[in-house]
């Protein structure tokens, strides 16, 4: 059996090991183009749950502590390996939930959980992937827990030696990966995280972290500098309700109780479980409304006027800066508002021009987290709010906002920014949110985009082989297009993408870019195509030399 503090190291330990190796993970990236992120987004998504857990005592349950580990998880999702890591968490905390202590039998029925959770998420489950190395260690760790005498031990080290099986495997499964000599980034991270894990449960040892600023340590109260005078409502008031199945209520209705006796209220009902966060001058009294919908756990109240250190609420505030505005919820006033992903300041800028409200720093290789995006949504005055991820491994992220938020999310899968200055500039604001969805939908398909980036590592593209720091030119992000010169790669990528039907051509040059090149490239495209409208913005962007829009 294990118990509730045991798990909680465990995800410690996970955290500390995949975090140590992230680099490593990071390189197993089998394409030339900047993105081998995969590493650092799951270090990121497991470091937001180890925060978390490290703030309950060792009295905490199994559940309590696979709940708290997957509430984190989700919010702090980072692309789509750590959405589906957070999925498969989520389906383990299903499987442990009202677990005092949990045996192998139970962990391996909930890990199957998880594994069904990771696969419905994805629209075309690929194997030879992590959902391969999940699902072959679910299952072996279902048949060793059958014989019913297997301790919690043998049936997890039988996930661990499985999910290394089927991680050796995945190169055989996936040509591109036995092309590049390979396993699969995903799986090798997730098998980090489960040996992690696996040094708490037989040796009860937490892997020790070599990064001082990712250790786990317990957050701090949530405290600000500023003089008793100026703090209007004195208690920080947070707790978990698990939700009483024959209670009806509306969440809702507890969120604008919370607002009558305080302020900075978040109420987030994610399924069977309700997380509240308020400032009151009467936290009895927001603890007895939150008693009306279920019991009431991870009880935490703090005298603000005592303490005058800044911290934040939870991990949700580590992504931002000191010198980023903080995003505040405000109410949904407005019949629609927009979100959007981008890096760039010129880039960023635009979308604020064309009606973005909130413009999240991020893009290639700075995947922001679901709770990024979810604190975006909340601090934009709408009651529908359309979403633009803008990359497409931003997505997955984007749509776990959709059941956290308490105003309408929806998604659009823009890939590319181009894509996302499409779909604004079609938006009618008088249209119903269904024509405007259908009519922003189709504007992304009318779209083309071409980029020009750089080789981050030797490679094989197409037969042809490519240096580190080569241009590689891309059509929808594939590469078309290998030459030693950045202008001439994007002349030559926007050539094969141009149709007789093409009207505009919109260039987006990066930071890295000089102010000749891109001169040099609006005047070679003039003299191609003195037909078309040529337009070139300063779009600041990094990774990106060029950002090529084809209308």
Known sequence: MITGWMLRDAIISASNNINNNKKAVDALNVFPVPDGDTGTNMSMTMSAAAREVARLDDSSTVSVVADTTASALLRGA?????????????????GLKGCNEANGATIAAALTLGVDAAYKAVMKPTEGTILTVVRMSAEHSTQVAA?????????WKSVCDSANDALLKTPSMLPVLKKAGVVDAGGQGLVLI????????????????????????????????????????????????????????????????LESIGDSVVVVDDESIIKVHVHTNNPGDALQEGLKFGPLVNIKIENMRQQHVNASWGAAAESQSPTEPQLKRVEPENKYGFVAVAAGEGISQLFTEVGVDVVVSGGQTMNPSTEDILKAVMATPAKTVFVLPNNKNIIMAAEQVIPLADRMVIVLATKTVPQGICAMLSFDPEAEVSDNHLTMVKAIDDVSTASVTFAAR???????????????????????????????????VTKRMVKKHASVITVFYGEDTTQEQADQLYAMLLDKYPSLEVAMISGGQPVYHFIISIE
């Open 78 to 94: 980072r692309g789509n390996s750590g959405v589906i890591l957070s999925l498969i968490f989520r389906g383990i905390a299903k």
């Open 147 to 155: 014989n019913g005498e297997a301790t919690f031990v043998e049936v």
């Open 194 to 257: 489960f040996e992690g894990m696996r040094s708490v449960f037989e040796d009860g040892i937490i892997i020790p972290s070599t990064d001082e600023d990712a250790v786990a340590q317990p957050i701090q109260s949530e405290v600000f500098s500023g003089v008793e005078a100026d703090i209007k409502f004195g208690y920080c008031t947070e707790f978990l309700v698990n939700r009483d199945s024959k209670i009806n209520k509306e969440p809702m209705s507890l969120r604008a109780y």
């Open 458 to 492: 030797d490679s094989v593209v197409n037969g042809q082989q490519v240096k580190q720091g080569q241009a590689l030119g891309m059509e929808e992000g594939k590469i078309t297009v290998v030459d030693d010169d950045i202008v001439r790669t994007a002349y030559k």
